[in-house]
Structures are given as structure tokens and as C-alpha cells.
T-cell receptor, first 113, second 115 residues
Framework: GENVEQHPSTLSVQEGDSAVIKCTYS??????FPWYKQELGKRPQLIID?????GEKKDQRIAVTLNKTAKHFSLHITETQPEDSAVYFC????????????FGRGTSLIVHP | DTGVSQNPRHKITKRGQNVTFRCDPI?????LYWYRQTLGQGPEFLTY????????KSRLLSDRFSAERPKGSFSTLEIQRTEQGDSAMYLC?????????????FGPGTRLTVL
């Protein structure tokens, strides 16, 4: 089955700095890679996703890159703000079948004002 | 609120009791997933429904767990003879079920504490 590794487990930055979270996956059949933000006590919310036919996607301060050859993808947050503080999860999902995603263990991002 | 809803939000029970959780997906979403999340971990897949059919179950799902989606709308997850190791957040997610990709929308979860 799929195995998703996520690093770092904790990331502490100053407001205004950039933050990068990296994930690797093992199954070459995975072709959809969502990122979720989960604030304390709340539901995971999709913030950005990338499909295997593109290498990069950007949405305002958030960007995701995908390297299918190396089987890794990354989340980039620029100009971080205190409200970006949360746990971020990456996931890898196959196309077809049950589309069941495998999640990373999460990165706790702390943005200090 | 037109998002995924789950009830109850919190459940405290004694070991050995049965509990049942409910998930109401986004209207017209025909895929529904149950996950379990423990502290410091990402969501772990438990089971998946396409409409009313339960198509896949994780090996994590012991025979004490059962899930239904009788009319292809809401779903229930029942845990029989609860154990302390069942304490976790149980998340439900739904997705439209169209296209080649699977954007999932999560509910707020049910936090189970087994004493």
C-alpha cells in the first residue's frame, strides 16, 4: 500500500517568514495530492491540491510543487501570519477505485508574531 | 450550514458499552469515508461507501466496528464492546464522486473517550 512520510513534524517561524513542508510517497499510482489545514479542535480543511499532470500550483500565499520522478511534493507558505498556525497534513490518493488517500503524520506550524 | 455534519461531537462511555455515531454528508455527494484520528497522527482510513454500498474496509476495522449507509445519504458507525484503545476522533468525509480526482470534505468529528 501507499506510504506517506511528512517532515518536519514541528515548524516554528517568525511572522513574515516562509514555511516549507515536505512529503514523500511510495506508490507511483498516486496522482492526486491534497493538503489539509487543521486548527485545534476543528475539522481538516482542504487548502490546496495538485494533480499529477502539473508540477506547481499557486494560490495567493500558498504554493505546492510536485516531483513525480522523485515521488515528493511540498507545501510552501510565504509571508506567514499568526493565523497560519495549525497542523498541516499532506495526502496521496490514487485515481480510480476507491480514491482512498493516505495521510502524512502532520506538521505543527507555529507562527510567532 | 451545508457542510458535512457529525453527531454527537463528543461521546464519553465506559469500556464494554456500545456507541453509535452519525455522519450527514454534503447533499448529493455519493462517496462517504470514515477515518480515525489519534493525537499526533493523520487521519487513518476505516471504511468507504459509494452510495449505499460499502466497498472497502481497512484492516484496522475489527469485527467490533460496523458501518452502514442505508439509503445512500447519512451513515452510521457503531462500535461494540468499546475498549480504551478505541478512544480517538472519528472523522467522516464526503466527496462528489465524479471525475478522476477525489476532493474530500471533512466533518467536525466525534471525539470518543472510553473510560
Amino acid at each position: 500500500g501507499e506510504n506517506v512520510e511528512q517532515h518536519p513534524s514541528t515548524l516554528s517561524v517568525q511572522e513574515g517568514d516562509s514555511a516549507v513542508i515536505k512529503c514523500t510517497y511510495s506508490d507511483s499510482a498516486s496522482n492526486y495530492f491534497p493538503w489539509y489545514k487543521q486548527e485545534l479542535g476543528k475539522r481538516p480543511q482542504l487548502i490546496i491540491d495538485i494533480r499529477s499532470n502539473v508540477g506547481e500550483k499557486k494560490d495567493q500565499r500558498i504554493a505546492v510543487t510536485l516531483n513525480k520522478t522523485a515521488k515528493h511534493f511540498s507545501l510552501h507558505i510565504t509571508e506567514t501570519q499568526p493565523e497560519d498556525s495549525a497542523v498541516y497534513f499532506c495526502a496521496a490518493s490514487p485515481s480510480g477505485g476507491s480514491y482512498i488517500p493516505t495521510f502524512g503524520r502532520g506538521t505543527s506550524l507555529i507562527v510567532h508574531p | 450550514d451545508t457542510g458535512v455534519s457529525q453527531n454527537p461531537r463528543h461521546k464519553i462511555t465506559k469500556r464494554g458499552q456500545n456507541v453509535t455515531f452519525r455522519c450527514d454528508p454534503i447533499s448529493e455527494h455519493n462517496r462517504l469515508y470514515w477515518y480515525r484520528q489519534t493525537l499526533g497522527q493523520g487521519p487513518e482510513f476505516l471504511t468507504y461507501f459509494q452510495n449505499e454500498a460499502q466497498l472497502e474496509k481497512s484492516r484496522l476495522l475489527s469485527d467490533r466496528f460496523s458501518a452502514e449507509r442505508p439509503k445512500g445519504s447519512f451513515s452510521t458507525l457503531e462500535i461494540q464492546r468499546t475498549e480504551q484503545g478505541d478512544s480517538a476522533m472519528y472523522l467522516c468525509a464526503s466527496s462528489p464522486g465524479s471525475g478522476d480526482y477525489n476532493e474530500q470534505f471533512f466533518g467536525p468529528g466525534t471525539r470518543l473517550t472510553v473510560l
